[in-house]
C-alpha cells in the first residue's frame, strides 16, 4: 500500500478500476457525521479489490489503501 500522499485522505475508484481524487461535494459527503444505520451513509471500501453488493469495483476508498502502482488522476470535472 501507499505511504502517507498530500491530498484528501479518501479517493474514488472508478467502474473500470481507475482511480480519482474527490470534488469538494465528494469530501462534504465524506465528512458528514452519520449514524450508523443510516443508509445514506457514505460505503467506504476496505480493500482496492473489493466488489460492491451488486458486482462493481467502483467506490470510495482511502488513499493510503489504493496500490502504489495505481495512479491516482485528477478529480473528474462534472
Not at 472508478?14 to 457525521?33: A, F, H, P, S
Not at 443510516?38 to 469495483?57: E, H
Amino acid at each position: 500500500m501507499r505511504s502517507k500522499e498530500k491530498g484528501f485522505e479518501f479517493v474514488y475508484i472508478e467502474n473500470d478500476g481507475t482511480v480519482r481524487e474527490l470534488n469538494e461535494e465528494e469530501q462534504g459527503y465524506l465528512l458528514e457525521k452519520f449514524q450508523p444505520n443510516d443508509g445514506a451513509r457514505p460505503f467506504v471500501k476496505t480493500r482496492y479489490k473489493q466488489l460492491t453488493s451488486d458486482g462493481k469495483i467502483s467506490g470510495f476508498i482511502l488513499r493510503v489503501r489504493v496500490p502504489k502502482k495505481i495512479e491516482i488522476k485528477e478529480e473528474r470535472i462534472l
